[in-house]
């Protein structure tokens, strides 16, 4: 039943996200057509699309228009994208596929790549304003674009991504917690936040949704690393066994392990919904559905 | 006299930039201290700092807060430099010099210099939201922040980059102006804009500073142009005669051809600041000095 309202509910977002997503991104037209393209195929790949979904499910908690939070999740996605492509190079983790298709530097070039990655970036900034024509205040704006900047910053994204490319393959556990709560946790927190943001979310409401979210961002990223150590490319659309020699929560606590450490992430997760009774419901699907996420 | 005041000007301005600068960038500390040296590395390098001092000397005509325009001229040369870590890549121009020393991805790694280059565009976002706290009103700032994001995006940087990228060692003059206006003149003529913007300069008074702008940046490109086949590295500090066999201004018109086409640009250029009287003498000076530059 859960599983079943959870399929429709993800399948409709979906659909809605990927038509949002095709408006933002620039049309493939005029001399600059090449990054435009580079910039699309980034995005338009057939992504799982998880933060923004986030955004919306919080969004709707506190009864937020839904273009407000489609707009506003669709910022997060184009950083989302624009940070898979920087991971993929060859200067950092030198990646084939992603999601099924050639990573964005194979199926176009590398300065083509760095260059849509920075254009989609910007965008990020430039959707965020256009929120204002959507009723939002100038106030919330300011808010989330700065919600943004943290969570890409050196205590975000980009700081995970240089702790972890300049880790050996074997670290210790304070260095793979930090790598993923700058790497994964922080814009998933951001995407959640942004949902209370647009609901002027009051104090007590907003400490639930973060902690609601922060550990179903840290077992998202354990159920990668489980991805990564059972799959086989075909399944997952990326190269797997990329982290043979690599630390992972696997490597850490073996398969049995890390699926028990999963389970009790989400147990915790959900219980911290506890405040919206009913309302709750979707939020409490996304999490206990992710457990079961094999692509 | 003219040269002595702007000799005086340009060395005050630059020392406020420049502690402006470090005051922004993020300290070296922490475990993400290596991105935050390579941030560090590609702005604090003795760069001529053109593009906030052109934004400090048109606030100056419309009676700007001096430390406002400071701070919204220096989130600019943020996005300067970045686009120069980028520019400097083995995947674009593969430029081993900077400012007179190695660059950013030469001095540190690539995959580090690719992340610093994305923190500067970032921190440049987050450093226009600080601006509330100097009396900038949010208008201003969102019209800042769209300002930015045009000159960055496809229709600006991004787009500019990519055409060269693409374009053959011989081009026609409409490619190489298409390069410019968009790699070049489009940051430039959002730094004056930047000016405007903040001293809520009125349409007319706009369009003249725009129309100072315009001709002024196409200058610059051209003198860049007369320096590279002129020069050597020992003198300018970067690479030299890597325009050898690439189209440039000087390859269509020569270097006498080169020159006079500048001095009718700042003649063109000058003459737009007509309205403002003796208030343009600092934008004058800069002007016409920009044909003296040697490096």
């Given at each position: 039943?859960a ?10 977002k979906?659909?809605?996200?990927e ?16 990054v ?22 919080v969004?709707?908690i ?5 273009r407000q939070?489609?707009v506003s999740g669709?910022?997060i ?5 624009a940070?898979?492509?920087?991971d993929?190079l060859?200067?950092?983790d ?7 298709r ?8 590398e300065?083509t790549?760095i260059?849509?990655s920075?254009g ?15 009723g939002?205040?100038q ?7 700065l919600l943004?900047?943290?969570a890409?910053?050196t205590?975000?994204l ?7 490319l ?6 210790d556990?304070a260095t793979l917690?930090f ?8 814009l998933?927190?951001?995407?959640a ?11 007590r409401?907003?400490?639930?949704i973060?902690?609601y ?6 077992a998202?990223?354990?159920q990668?690393d489980?991805?990564?150590?059972l799959?086989?490319p075909?399944?997952i659309?990326?190269?797997v066994?990329?982290?043979v020699e690599k630390t992972?929560?696997?490597?850490f606590?073996g398969?049995?392990?890390a699926?028990?450490?999963n ?6 997760s959900?219980?911290?919904?506890a405040?919206?009774g009913?309302r709750?419901?979707i939020?409490?699907d996304i999490?206990r559905?992710s457990l079961?996420?094999?692509?």
């Amino acid at each position: 039943m859960a599983r079943r309202r959870l399929g429709t509910y993800l399948h409709a977002k979906r659909a809605l996200l990927e038509r949002e997503l095709d408006r933002i991104l620039p049309p493939m037209e005029g001399r600059t057509e090449k990054v435009q393209s580079a910039m699309r195929y980034g995005v338009l790949n057939g992504g799982k699309r998880l933060r923004p979904i986030l955004t919306l499910a919080v969004a709707e908690i506190f009864g937020v228009d839904e273009r407000q939070a489609l707009v506003s999740g669709c910022a997060i996605e184009l950083v989302h994208c624009a940070s898979l492509i920087l991971d993929d190079l060859p200067s950092m983790d030198d990646a084939q596929l992603r999601r099924g298709r050639k990573a964005c530097h194979r199926e176009f070039d590398e300065s083509t790549a760095i260059l849509a990655s920075f254009g989609l970036l910007n965008r990020a900034f430039q959707v965020l304003q256009e929120l204002k024509g959507k009723g939002v205040s100038q106030k919330a704006i300011r808010e989330l674009t700065l919600l943004l900047t943290a969570a890409i910053g050196t205590d975000g994204l980009i700081g995970g991504q240089i702790i972890d490319l300049e880790s050996e393959k074997s670290m210790d556990y304070a260095t793979l917690e930090f790598i993923h709560s700058h790497k994964t946790i922080a814009l998933f927190l951001a995407s959640a936040e942004f949902g209370c943001v647009l609901g002027r979310a009051g104090g007590r409401d907003r400490a639930a949704i973060l902690q609601y979210a922060k550990p179903l961002g840290l077992a998202f990223q354990i159920q990668d690393d489980l991805l990564d150590a059972l799959s086989t490319p075909e399944k997952i659309g990326k190269d797997v066994n990329r982290d043979v020699e690599k630390t992972t929560f696997v490597s850490f606590c073996g398969i049995e392990g890390a699926r028990q450490l999963n389970r009790e992430l989400i147990q915790s997760s959900i219980a911290s919904l506890a405040p919206f009774g009913k309302r709750g419901a979707i939020l409490e699907d996304i999490g206990r559905f992710s457990l079961s996420r094999r692509s």
